[in-house]
């Protein structure tokens, strides 16, 4: 069974940065991708981002590209999300994500784990 937890949301203001971590355990970190989603009050849960095992492959939702960047670091079974102009509109609970099986990486259901979450509030 993998465990994910999230940490680092917070409330800051428009055009601040963020860094959200997700650790892992529980499983052998190195052999899954990794996504980050994300779901605002009243709205579906939607891709922000995903990295293949190696940390060399990353996907990113279009409307983040340029300002999140994911990054991995397989030894400390670590996941980050590195957030930059932050808008009002980034507001929202923040999840990690892991696929064990190499599916689809913005496709919510190929997802097999999932943390908590982390609420990112952005203030105008």
């Known amino acids: 069974q993998v465990q994910l937890v999230e940490s680092g949301g917070g409330l800051v203001q428009a055009g601040d940065s963020l860094s959200l971590s997700c650790v892992a355990s529980?499983?052998?970190?190195?052999?899954?991708?990794m996504g980050w989603f994300r779901q605002a009050p009243g709205k579906e849960r939607e891709f922000v981002a995903a990295?293949?095992?190696?940390?060399?492959?990353?996907y990113y939702a279009d409307s983040m590209k340029g300002r999140f960047t994911i990054s991995r670091d397989n030894a400390k079974n670590t996941v980050y999300l590195q957030m930059n102009s932050l808008k009002p509109e980034d507001t929202a609970v923040y999840y990690c994500?892991?696929?064990?099986?190499?599916?689809?990486?913005?496709?919510?259901?190929?997802?097999?784990?999932w943390g908590q979450g982390t609420q990112v509030t952005v203030s105008s």
């Open positions: 994500a892991a696929d064990i099986s190499l599916g689809v990486p913005n496709k919510l259901d190929d997802y097999d784990y």
């Open positions: 529980g499983g052998t970190f190195s052999t899954y991708s």
């Open positions: 990295i293949r095992r190696s940390g060399i492959v990353k």
